[in-house]
């Protein structure tokens, strides 16, 4: 820019100022091309302001104001209409709301519609959040860029530059600037006018005579150029991707994080004999704690060999790592919290065939008797058996082993602890819907 | 142009008659509106239940105009504002009278207090019935009418407190102009900020969200407070209006300051829309029971058409011409917009309030019961609007403009206020 590469005989002829222009435009400066047009400083906004107003009065319509920070009333003053950037914005953020709703309507309503849980494809409340985000984000590019562009900017390469004291504008400077094109235009007439306005300082500004510098600098061009060729560069690979075949492998931008030194489960490894990369377990062996010889807490089982489903429970839970550390080791006690842990479990295993009363009647009965068909489940609370007369271990052995043909184990599933709360809560259940005489005498 | 400017020496800024006259009009549209609607409220033959809920809905929106204008006070000086600085002491005055509004809330609260059951359903016996109410019973601790109406001195404790200390310390600085004071309010106006959050926020939860006891919401608050705010904004550049046509403040206030308060409407109408969207868009996406009971019967049947109502009325249609700049320059069309704000403001406050209004009978293990509001089909949920909701909502906009007449005394604007020339130098950009 004209400050950084000051002309190259400005040691010989000074440049104008206040103290000895002349107003003589075809005048001294040094490096004197084309008049641009007359730049004048003033002390204040309000001063730039009222001169604004005067240089409007005469009649000039191609001249700026220039000033550190927006001034209040200096659009009026300029005779400068309302910007159309706030229709614009309208404009953008109407777009964004009509493509949000299309967007939405195309993906999921018409090109790919899921079914999720029988919901519909397209509802409108559960658009409106993408909607919303769109239509601020156009407003707010085309508010930006609207900006921008209304201003005519950047102008890195703006004759005015080429004023030493112009460079103030962005610090303390407030400034007019009167184009030489203007139609009133006059050397004099309109250095006087300035001047009446209150200039401190008026001096005339020219054009750079190298033509080059009158639009825009080779290197900026150069840079937009060179950026928007770069930036095409991903969508040239992808666009060449999707028209060729490749027999190369992926390209790999992480190799260390895509190849890393380990097996992954379930993959072909030819390193073991037997071919796979996973090692199961070597026969004969337990990892320490999990070897569950308690038979009584594990099966149900008397402690001694062929023993006998056991009528109460576990005397303790074993000091097993596969035990959450509140229960390990501790005495087994038949509780609130527990028959509430027994509950829980219940209403999400049991109940859907067993019911939430213990019936047999819960949902999978229901809806296949509803289809014709017939799905027995057990009646847990039956008076007459057999379940309220199981051992609690046997009950606790169908709940780990299933009862075929219809239910299967939930060993699997249930942990160990779990199952004996679900028979002390079932045992509950039977005592609620059965109770004796002396039970209810016991509820006054 | 310049920076700062001085007060007109034109300028009437002393209130003179100007509160008295709204003090008088208030007083005989409050006395003679409340003697219509006991009239219609006893034609009712209910036990003044609709009544009850008419002044709810009356008093939720006279309480909330007060309340958008001491928000607006305590931003004013959080932000070191200058445009307001010219309309802080009418915004001061509506806020003051929370002291009034407070006191006229007493026709429906000292009800609660004594044992009236017909508007909050957590006061009737049938509400502690655990078969009937199983998921109501740990609330009826906080919604009980003892606590309920402690709550609510409090609340109005609270409001008159702030708005009281934000004016009297406005007027010492018009006899003294110790600059010193403006610092002080900016440094109080943070505390006062989060008080007055907590407190709009749990207000409006006793007084308008407890009618549906059983619901559950939290952004109710920022919802009520975004529309309380849409309400006082309107209400302020109506009055800032009545006073000008009274020869008061006529070259204080300009259009850049009328253009200012409608943005203000503009803003809070967008907000109150986001909120209300959020807590509509959660509970019907999230679909669970006891939260989209409420939208059920704001959704289908006969409310469904006042939630339009209120959509394109409170939202779409001042969204849509609020937006332009000369919608809120030009002095008529932002009276327009005003007016059509605060009438939908109070459809907002209705539309939150009267659907709880019908409950039903139900029989329960052979006993017949009371069930809350929202337990019956939608078909026979109505609207059921009466005249009685307009002379109860009037009757409470006269006791609204006796509260802020009586602060309308002295100086109209803080004259010794040291950010008063840039206020009066205003200009939009």
């Known amino acids: 820019m004209a400050t950084e590469t000051p002309p190259p005989d400005k040691a010989t002829e ?39 107003r005067k240089v409007k009065d005469a009649g000039f319509t191609e001249f700026d104001a220039y000033s550190p920070f927006p001034v209040h009333g200096i659009d009026p003053a300029m005779g400068i209409k309302r910007t159309i950037l706030p229709l614009l914005i309208f404009g953008g953020g109407f777009v964004g709301a009509t493509s949000g709703i299309l967007l939405q309507w195309y993906c999921n309503a018409y090109s790919w519609g899921w079914n999720i849980s029988g919901k519909p494809t397209w509802s409108i409340p559960a658009n409106i959040p993408i909607a919303y985000e769109l239509t601020i984000l156009l407003a707010v590019l085309t508010s930006f860029f609207g900006m921008w562009g209304l201003n005519k900017l950047p102008q890195v390469w703006h004759p005015l530059f080429r004023s030493d004291r112009f460079l103030r504008v962005t610090d303390d400077g407030f400034f007019i600037g009167i184009e030489a094109k203007d139609k009133r235009f006059d050397v004099d007439k309109t250095k006087a006018l300035l001047g009446d306005a209150g200039a401190i300082d008026i001096e005339p500004v020219y054009y750079d005579p190298d033509p080059a510098k009158k639009a825009m600098p080779k290197w900026i061009m150069a840079f937009i150029v060179a950026s928007t060729a770069f930036a095409l560069i991903p969508f040239a690979i992808a666009a060449k991707a999707r028209n060729s075949h490749s027999a190369e492998p992926h390209v790999h931008i992480f190799p260390d994080m895509d190849f890393q030194p380990k097996f992954k489960s379930d993959t072909a490894n030819d390193l073991f004999a037997d071919g796979r990369s996973n090692r199961g377990e070597i026969p004969g062996t337990v990892a320490r704690g999990w070897l569950e010889e308690d038979t009584t807490f594990y099966l149900g089982l008397t402690a001694e060999t062929g023993g006998q489903w056991i009528d109460g429970f576990p005397a303790s839970y074993p000091d097993s790592p596969s035990l959450t550390p509140d229960l390990r080791g501790k005495p087994f006690v038949v509780d609130a919290k527990l028959l509430k842990r027994g509950q829980n479990r219940f209403n999400i295993y049991c109940t859907p065939c067993h019911g939430y009363d213990g019936r047999g009647q819960g949902m999978v009965p229901t809806r296949v008797k509803e289809q014709g068909g017939v799905w027995l489940a057990r009646n847990l609370v039956d008076k007459a058996g057999p379940v309220v007369f199981l051992p609690n271990g046997q009950l606790f052995n169908t709940i780990t082993n299933g009862f075929p043909p219809t239910m299967m184990g939930y060993g699997a599933q249930i942990p160990a602890a779990d199952r004996w709360a679900i028979v002390a809560y079932v045992r509950a259940l039977e005592r609620s819907q059965i109770a004796s005489n002396e039970d209810q005498a016991g509820q006054r | 142009m310049s920076l700062t400017r001085t007060v007109h020496p034109d300028d009437k800024f002393k209130a003179g008659k100007l509160g008295s006259t709204m003090v008088k009009a208030g007083l005989g549209l409050a006395v003679i509106m409340m003697v219509v609607s006991l009239v219609l409220g006893s034609m009712h033959n209910d036990g003044f239940k609709r009544f009850l809920y008419a002044y709810v809905v009356g008093w939720s929106f006279i309480v909330s105009i007060s309340i958008g204008m001491l928000w607006l006070v305590l931003l004013h000086h959080l932000t070191r504002s200058r445009w307001s600085t010219v309309v802080r002491r009418i915004a001061e005055a509506i806020a003051g009278a929370f002291t009034v509004v407070f006191i006229g809330g007493l026709g429906f609260a000292l009800p609660v207090l004594f044992g009236n059951k017909s508007l909050y359903y957590w006061a009737t016996d049938d509400a502690h019935n655990a078969a009937l109410n199983p998921t109501l019973a740990h609330k009826l601790g906080w919604l009980s009418p003892g606590a309920w109406f402690v709550r609510y001195c409090i609340y109005g404790a609270i409001y008159i407190g702030i708005s009281w200390y934000f004016a009297k ?4 600085q018009d006899e003294s102009g110790d600059p010193k004071i403006s610092d002080t309010l900016r440094r109080v106006s943070g505390p006062a900020m989060i008080l007055f959050a907590l407190t709009t926020c749990l207000m409006s939860m006793d007084v308008l969200m407890s009618l549906a006891p059983k619901w559950y919401s939290t952004i109710y608050g920022v919802d009520f407070w975004g529309s309380a705010c849409v309400g006082g904004f309107a209400t302020l550049g109506l009055i800032v209006l009545w006073v000008q046509r009274n020869g008061r403040l006529t070259h204080s206030i300009t259009e850049e300051h009328y253009h200012d308060i409608g943005k203000w409407m503009f803003t809070f109408t967008f907000f109150w829309a986001y909120t209300a969207f959020s807590q509509f868009m959660l509970q019907w996406y999230g679909n669970m029971p006891e939260e989209t009971v409420w939208y059920k019967y704001r959704m289908f049947g006969d409310w469904q058409w006042v939630s339009i109502a209120i959509l394109v009325g409170y939202w779409a249609f001042p969204f849509i011409f609020l937006m332009s700049r000369w919608t809120k320059r030009i002095v008529p069309s932002l009276v327009f917009f005003s007016v059509w704000q605060l009438v939908f403001h109070w459809l907002d406050m209705y539309w939150n309030a009267m659907p709880s209004y019908d409950w039903t009978k139900a029989t329960h293990g052979g006993a017949t019961l009371v069930e809350g509001p929202l337990m019956n089909q939608i078909a026979l949920h109505h609207v059921g609007f009466t005249p009685l909701d307009i002379t109860v909502w009037l009757a409470l906009v006269g006791v609204l403009l006796v509260g802020i007449g009586r602060n309308l005394t002295g100086n109209l604007i803080p004259i010794k206020d040291p950010t008063l020339g840039l206020s009066l130098a205003h200009e939009q950009l």
């Open chain 1, 14 to 52: 000074p440049r104008p100022d206040s103290e000895n222009q002349t107003g003589d435009a075809s005048g001294k400066h040094g490096t004197a091309g084309e008049l641009y047009g007359y730049l004048a400083e003033y002390d204040t906004p309000g001063e730039l302001v009222e001169a604004a």
């Open chain 2, 169 to 172: 310390k406005s007027r010492e």
